[in-house]
């Protein structure tokens, strides 16, 4: 057993997710999650929605709302999103809770007393209309590296190179186009250059293990070229106060230091949760422990560079020494496991152009598994991917109705007319003993795949398993044998059937979760092999106010709710009735409804 962190990037509250976002940090994390749990390894999965800085003020400002007002709103919808989606967070949380407060405070005191944050002045943007801060991300410009002219203030999405605002050539606000006012102020910058020999030292170790996807550890190694200190707060009345500086209550914690602390803030909650409050450290402390960090593309360089910089910082292991807090010596990132972008009908996703589909709006119209199998199956793993509504309903109907739910209802329908229960089998044949092999020898291929990331071969390879139990009853012809004598044979066929769809639905389970417990119910089980997360209302464990977690009953280290990843051996006798259809088949007019509501947001 190994204990494995599942870092989850954080989601940004200023409105409901949409599907490109949890094809880059939620399904995926929850298909590895799923799996290594069901593997015998002892997994925490945490996260949370990240709710400070200037654009949550900028859009609560336009509602008419306090920030704290729409960042309770906008929580409220993304846990109820990813609950309905199935994602099996042990914590699901946020960053305005006492407890992420308390431990950013302590991270940021002794990263200070380290040595690692210095004071230096700034030219920080402001709003000429407002007299507010202009948040890097909400300045645009031309990129004096690439010549880009779509560049933010923090970095460039066409060369991939860090920004500051007031680098960028002909620079103006997102907000409402006006040209931003640079003045002086002092802020604390993280010394990425004192950091960096550290940073260059674990990232080779991380190259040389060869498990980091080529394009994030390249990407991660060529931010070394031109490492610069980076500020670590900002003039802004929303966020987490620095300490020490008690009296400039309108200087906070910038959101690159508090939301990636969340990582470590969130295990510490749900230790103190479980009533065990230094549970965490057994995935923070201890050298053996695992951590796999998920995400977009975007976020590569949050989880590569500052993450870790803030670590070693923390340990005190840069150029200029120190000593860990309280805290002990933590973790660097084991993998940054970054998946590219997701696009729709050709286009970048967009909310203000319309160019969107929330998670909530696919949820409402389809079953969440089709939209789970979509991103498993054709998601942006290690290049773009493209999300069209005629390939979602192609693969919805084509290999979730036609291929895997169509082994199940027809193997629960003829058991079902025949038996009312799974028979006893008698000898197996050849080609019975073939099924059980081939199918049997897949845990392994799609345990292997699924752990080392390639979630895509994973799915494609039990699939095709699939297949092959589909082209069995074409072989053995179960329909045909209804002679007296013929009666053996058909019990035998029709276990060896029901033996493969368990293990089957086993092997899909990290991917189909919802439809899992359907499977297993079909086949006259417990209904309960992929254990779902709920939602609690709990009370702030510093005082603040109560809000919404997502959590679940998973067990712990493979002795829990979660089979074991491996076959599950149906019971003779137990019963089997007409089934329903697990998966619905989606309708041909179905691509041409989406496409017009995607019109009439133009």
Not at 249 to 277: C, Q
Not at 407 to 431: C, D, H, S, W, Y
């Amino acid at each position: 057993m190994t204990r494995i962190l599942s870092a989850v990037a954080w989601p940004y509250a200023n409105g409901p997710r949409h599907i490109g976002h949890v094809a880059g940090f939620g399904v995926p994390s929850d298909v590895f999650s799923r799996y290594m749990r069901m593997a015998g390894h002892d997994v925490l999965m945490v996260s949370g929605t990240d709710e400070h800085g200037t654009p949550i003020l900028v859009a609560a400002d336009a509602l008419g709302y306090s920030a704290k007002e729409f960042a309770d709103q906008n929580n409220r919808l993304i846990v109820e999103d990813l609950a309905a989606l199935g994602l099996s967070y042990d914590l699901f949380t946020r960053t305005t809770t006492g407890n992420h407060y308390a431990v950013v405070q302590q991270m940021f005191r002794t990263v200070r007393d380290n040595g690692y944050m210095v004071e230096q002045t700034m030219l920080s943007a402001i709003s000429p209309s407002t007299g507010r801060t202009l948040p890097d991300r909400y300045i645009e410009g031309t990129c004096p590296i690439c010549g880009y002219h779509d560049a933010r203030g923090d970095q460039c999405d066409n060369c991939g190179n860090q920004l500051d605002p007031v680098d960028l050539l002909d620079p103006r606000s997102k907000i409402n186009g006006e040209v931003p006012r640079f003045v002086e102020t002092t802020h604390y910058f993280l010394d990425l250059p004192a950091l960096a020999d550290s940073l260059g030292t674990w990232l080779d170790g991380r190259a040389a293990s060869g498990s980091w996807r080529p394009n994030v550890i390249k990407f991660s190694q060529h931010l070394l070229d031109d490492i610069k200190p980076r500020a670590m707060t900002r003039d802004i009345d929303w966020g987490i106060p620095v300490p020490g500086w008690e009296d400039q209550p309108t200087k906070r914690l910038y959101v690159w230091f508090d939301a990636v602390v969340g990582y470590l803030s969130a295990s510490i909650e749900w230790a103190r949760r479980t009533g065990d409050p230094d549970a965490w450290r057994q995935w923070w402390n201890d050298p053996e422990a695992l951590s796999y960090y998920f995400m977009g593309k975007d976020n590569i360089v949050f989880h590569s560079q500052i993450w870790p910089a803030e670590l070693l910082g923390y340990n005190g292991e840069g150029e200029r020494g120190g000593a860990p807090g309280d805290y002990g010596t933590l973790n660097l990132p084991t993998e940054v496991v970054s998946s590219e972008f997701l696009t729709m009908e050709g286009k970048q996703f967009s909310s203000s152009r319309g160019v969107v589909i929330y998670v909530r709006d696919v949820l409402a119209r389809y079953q969440p598994d089709a939209l789970r199998y979509f991103i498993s199956a054709a998601g942006p793993e290690t290049q773009d991917s493209d999300f069209t509504w005629a390939e979602f309903v192609r693969r919805t109907n084509g290999e979730l109705v036609a291929g895997w739910g169509n082994l199940v209802n027809r193997t629960a329908a003829m058991i079902a007319k025949n038996f009312g229960e799974i028979p006893t089998p008698g000898p197996l044949e050849p080609i019975d003993a073939e099924l059980q092999g081939a199918v049997a020898a897949g845990f392994t291929t799609v345990g292997d795949l699924i752990g080392g990331h390639h979630q895509r071969a994973a799915l494609a390879e039990a699939m095709r398993l699939v297949g092959e139990a589909n082209t069995y009853v074409t072989r053995t012809e179960p329909f045909k044998l209804k002679a007296p004598e013929q009666r053996e044979r058909l019990a035998t066929v029709l276990h060896t059937l029901a033996q493969a769809v368990s293990d089957l639905n086993v092997m899909l389970s990290p991917f189909l979760p919802h439809a899992a417990n359907a499977v297993d119910a079909v086949l006259g089980s417990t209904g309960d092999v992929a254990p779902m997360p709920r939602i609690e209302e709990v009370e702030d464990l510093n005082g603040g106010d109560p809000y919404p977690i997502l959590t679940g009953n998973y067990g712990r280290g493979g002795d829990g709710a979660f089979p074991a990843w491996g076959p599950r051996p149906v019971t003779p006798g137990a019963p089997v009735a007409k089934p329903t259809p697990i998966f619905t088949k989606l309708d041909d007019d179905v691509v041409e409804t989406e496409l017009a509501r995607l019109r009439s947001t133009d």
